[in-house]
């Protein structure tokens, strides 16, 4: 579908009202008081229940305004549509850091056609974050105020941020691989999930490298981070939309010389 | 100096007083807008004006308002005091967070006597957190509410959720030592910085193991967990207010368990 098919103004009040709704679901839960002086275990747990909630949340306002499309979600069976777009929705990216009680995890919305995501948003409730991008827009609000996306240029690997969310990232040989950007960058954090990414289109990092993904653990990062200016691809330059090993960067310049060395 | 004999009353005013004034010294500086298309170093350096302003805008509120008091603080000499109490100051802790743009690093505020802090504050500035303890006091507030804080118990070392700043803690020795806990552990999670004690405080995680601090990394999170009913020791379990290794944990038990694996 062409960019000028995608009727953006249609789908960004939709692809909104699903953020707030799945803000809403998942802050119920986020920090749920523990089980206090009792070990035992009780058939409760607050992040597969705001899980399964959040996204049943959003699928409720798919099935009101855009019964047509298509869904793929992480806690329900996949949804066929009719119109060439599906929705691909992560209602809480980073489990561990949510039950962690770290602000780090997100709510990932994306939409797209069989080519990739044309619009995107990653949202920390508990912060109050929300990162957007396609269709033109490339922006973020948060309580300290609203500012445009974009990544930042200008530096080398060597003045590089890498992140990653695990230092045991992958498999052995991926392993490897990553270590390989890690010893040459300036500096390499662990444990953001989806905030990485964020981060990245806002111009705060400049590499996020990970492997072992799903289609909708990555969508909605793709295009907030396109639209922001930066590149997204698999470890080998294709698409990453589908999952599997992605590296997203701020420049070409670092893409490539991080992909070289992941080669 | 006896609990009894800390004028808490008069203390507590200050602490948040001086928080306060970080928090705006900070987010002055915190996501400062990178230099574009230009990889040319210039001789700005946010977060150390960031480190250095902040820590100038407490010193100057205990000037005005506890001149008498001891202060030690990372970014100036220490200065003697006559009243037996000093004031531990990390303007920015987890300088690699603030400079990433990860909301975990924090403004460290303690005081206290040769025997230890007394009282804390870990404030977050960007998320709007402040989590406190000390003097019968042990609250946190934060945008969403103020509420108590409390370690949560119950859980054995294999239930435990272990945070630390570092894969690469510390020395060879410390690191094999921290292994040794990690493998016995539900999950490990790495980058948390100072907002590691935060949680643990808040009831949300159960241990935090950590090498080489400074003094002023460690009497802040002291003074919060301790309040909050935690427990925070060196690693043969003496006392971890002067820095180096440090290991804090929700309940007693699991302070053991993980003391003897690093042992």
Redesign the interface.
Known sequence: MSDSDMDYAMLWPVAERMADAARDVT?RYF?T???????KRVDFDPVTIADREAERAMRDILADLRPDDAILGEEFEAQDGTTGLTWVLDPIDGT??F??????WGVLIAVGDDDGPKLGVIDQP???ERFMGGGGRSAMTS??GNKPLGV?????LA?A?L?TTF?EIGSTDERAAFERVATEVQ?T????DC?AYA?LA????DLVIEAGLNAYDIQAPIAVIEAAGGIVTDWRGGPAHSGGRAIAAATPELHASAMALLA
Not at 189 to 192: F, I, L, T, V
Not at 202 to 205: K, N, S, T
């Open positions: 802050l920090r008081e523990n089980l206090k002086a009792d070990s561990r850091g039950i962690s009680g770290t602000p780090t508990y912060v109050g309580p300290l930042r240029t200008g530096r080398d003045e941020t992140f230092p500096l954090r662990y444990g953001a905030y981060l806002a111009g705060q990092i």
